[in-house]
């Protein structure tokens, strides 16, 4: 392997103790991003105030930035921009999709599906009138369910619960020669391995940046637009940022050109500068190491779980071609054995009903963290240690 992943450990900023396998659900935070965030807190807005916009270059960080995961997301340049929630930008390229193929009326999902995106697609679907309808299918069968009466389909590429894996060439290809757009949602695959936006031609794509790519907690959101739709794809919120000259102040509105028309608000200035600093540990990583170095970890977890433990199933798939960059369990109070295993330093992530949540982001975990995760885990299930109420109370977040 070429990418040197003891190098990059050390550039995230670990607590003491910690075994730390939930960065698919909050990335943990890079060395350089408070000297970052403070930079455009004191020498940026404290010395700069408004003029920050154009001085320290606040104007140009969504399309900037969005270059940089373009890399990560196989995109080109040109065709990314930051800004907003992934929520929004689900909507907006639904919205746009939808536009885009008025003669068709159905969404097509999956039940794998993030609930959220789910909720965006029966919001708009009511505020339409009841014109459209989502549709939604067991993961496995989704392609066989794209028709031509499918106007749009919206996957998110990795089950959220289980880790399975869409394929997105096949989906994609499928959709379009039954006259239907994509939409995708990169949450869980973006820095988790690599993905090919240009060669599957994917219509559009959205993503998070505060999971595998490590902005922090509430970081801003992305949104693809393949070059042949940017004169085309119109945003439903059609928001100032995302106007031709936002600065002429005309009272109508003409789209940006290209993914630009993408944006809507105020960039968040400080969350991007914290993203920024998360970015220049990818300068060093390449993706198929990536993908390798995270398989590897895996299979090993999983050898090291079923050889060791009794009562857990695994839910993700054992293919490789199937898999993302989690593995989860299975077990009727994996509420509670997931708070002893936070209790003794390991700290993964529960999902109704059942499932146990492990990432594995070769960044920052190595072989001797899942070691210990194994050993930890045979703990618990051989003493039933998780069998005590205050593992059993429910926190807010789970």
Same mark, same amino acid.
């Given at each position: ?11 995230? !900023? ?81 919205? /746009? ?38 549709? =939604? ?7 066989? !369910?794209?028709?031509? &009466? ?11 619960? =289980? ?8 989906? &994609?290809?499928?959709? !379009? ?116 170095? /995270? ?14 433990? =009794? ?16 593995? /989860? ?70």
């Amino acid at each position: 392997m070429t990418t040197d992943f003891a190098a990059t450990k050390h550039l995230f !900023h670990l607590p003491e103790g910690v075994v730390y396998l939930d960065g698919n659900s909050l990335g943990p935070m890079v060395k350089t991003a408070p000297a970052r965030v403070a930079k455009a807190v004191e020498a940026e807005w404290g010395e700069l105030l408004i003029t920050g916009w154009n001085k320290a270059g606040w104007m140009d960080q969504p399309a900037r930035i969005g270059d940089r995961i373009a890399k990560l997301v196989g995109a080109a340049p040109g065709t990314v921009v930051m800004g907003d929630t992934l929520s929004i930008k689900v909507y907006q390229a639904l919205a /746009s999709a939808l536009e885009m193929n008025p003669k068709r009326r159905v969404i097509l999902s999956d039940t794998g599906n993030f609930p959220s995106d789910l909720y965006i697609a029966e919001g708009l679907v009511r505020t339409l009138g009841g014109q459209y309808r989502l549709k =939604t299918v067991a993961p496995e069968e989704v392609m066989s !369910h794209i028709d031509d &009466t499918v106007a749009v389909t919206l996957i998110t590429e990795v089950d959220y619960r =289980t880790g399975r894996k869409h394929d997105m060439a096949d989906i &994609t290809k499928r959709a !379009h020669e039954m006259g239907a757009l994509t939409v995708w949602d990169l949450a869980h695959s973006a820095g988790a391995f690599p993905v090919d936006l240009a060669g599957s031609k994917a219509d559009f794509a959205v993503g998070c940046t505060y999971k595998y790519l490590n902005s922090g907690p509430g970081g801003p959101a992305f949104i693809y637009v393949a070059p042949r739709h940017h004169e085309t794809a119109r945003p439903a919120l059609s928001g100032w940022l995302g106007h031709e000259s936002p600065f002429a102040f005309d009272l109508d509105y003409r789209p940006g050109a290209g993914v630009e028309r993408m944006r809507v608000g105020t960039p968040p200035v400080l969350q991007l500068a914290a993203l920024e600093a998360a970015l220049d540990v990818w300068d060093q990583v390449d993706l198929k190491d990536l993908r390798a170095q /995270s398989l590897r970890l895996q299979d090993q977890f999983i050898k090291g779980v079923e050889s060791r433990t =009794t009562g857990l199933t695994l839910a993700t798939p054992r293919s490789h071609m199937m898999r993302g960059s989690q593995v /989860s369990f299975r077990h009727p109070e994996g509420y509670a054995i997931m708070q002893n295993l936070i209790a003794e330093g390991v700290i993964g992530d529960f999902r109704a009903p059942d499932i146990l949540r492990f990432g594995f982001t070769p960044l920052f975990v190595d072989e001797d963290d899942v070691a210990r995760a194994v050993n930890t885990l045979a703990k618990i299930m051989e003493y039933g240690t998780w069998d005590k109420p205050q593992f059993k109370k429910r926190a807010k977040v789970t």
